[in-house]
């Protein structure tokens, strides 16, 4: 069987599972990284796993301390708040650019992203969460706004530990899964019309309802 740290380079797969460690809580928020340590349990060496660090710590979900020190970020209602209000804002604006640039390429890069969406039952579940990013990405490059693609794309994965916060403290409803699959339908379909209203409309609709946004609580009352 073949090694995954050679298959997909030792940078990469270094990135890939801390990455998934820390999505995942594996590696608690606030925890001290080893980096001998952390090396010899994921099987790389210190170098891949310090180039992973630093990507981690540009997206947020590590802190670096010193040299040699790097902590998870912990994850703060104060945060949470400033993420929800920031996508409560930018989203729907993506979506009604969205709506207004879209092209037939566009178009069917959101109508794939949609037919691979499954609901979110856990939070372990990544490959869930994988495609549930790549249908908001679709509805952010269908904006054509490279600034506002950046900004959204950077805060994602510190977003996604938020929702796993959500997720850890209420499983959703079977009405709450059936209402959050509409609601990206109702986005696609708005997008797809051209109608950029009722894309921005539905789109705060969905931030309103998400998982960021029960994660504020959560954390508000620990």
Known sequence: MANPAVALSKNAYAYEELRRQIL?????Q???????QLAQEIGVSTTPLREALRRLAAEGLVQLESHRD?????????EARDLYVIR?????LAA???AESRTPADIANIQAALEQLTPLHDAADLGAMTVHREFHRAI????HNPLLIGILEGLWDKADRYRQIGLQSQKDSEKDRIRVQEEHIQIADAVVAGDAIRAREIMHRHVVGSLGRRAISVLATR
């Open 88 to 92: 409560e804002n930018l989203d729907p």
């Open 140 to 143: 952010y490059n269908a904006s």
């Open 24 to 28: 995942t809580g594996d590696i608690p």
């Open 70 to 78: 790097a902590r998870v970020a912990s994850l703060t209602a104060d």
């Open 30 to 36: 606030g925890s001290v990284l080893n980096q001998a």
């Open 96 to 98: 009604g650019l969205a």
